[in-house]
């Protein structure tokens, strides 16, 4: 058995990106929600020629994650803009986007604190 075994590499799909091998093993775990996207998965799956043993903790769970999750980033930006018109919307209803928080006194905002820090080496 061991005759037959060549070097063997583990790459995570990311790494994996450009290489082609014959055959592989891949492991999935529909727990990781950044990881368990449509995009990871192709990569995963496009990698290998003849074969690929996929290993999973529960194939419906991994299935239904990566159905939902596109594997696309948002910037920024995007996310600030996609929050701005749930805000503007929740505004509309006369929903409060915030709770307000209490007034503060002047002089509580003007303490500061400190601790000497001993350390013996």
Do not use: C, W
Request: no cysteine; net charge positive.
């Amino acid at each position: 058995m061991l005759k037959r075994i060549d070097l063997a590499y583990a790459l995570n799909a990311h790494m994996a990106q450009g290489l082609t091998s014959d055959r592989g093993i891949a492991v999935m775990d529909s727990r990781e929600r950044n990881l368990s996207n449509k995009q990871t998965f192709l990569v995963t799956i496009t990698r290998l020629r003849d074969g690929l043993t996929l290993i999973v903790d529960n194939r419906e769970k991994l299935e239904t994650a990566v159905e939902k999750n596109e594997g696309v980033k948002t910037s920024a930006l995007e996310v600030t803009k996609r929050l701005g018109k749930a805000a503007a919307t929740g505004l509309a209803k006369g929903i409060e986007t915030a709770p307000k928080e209490p007034q503060k006194e002047q002089r509580e905002l003007e303490k500061e604190h400190s601790k000497p820090l001993d350390m013996g080496i």
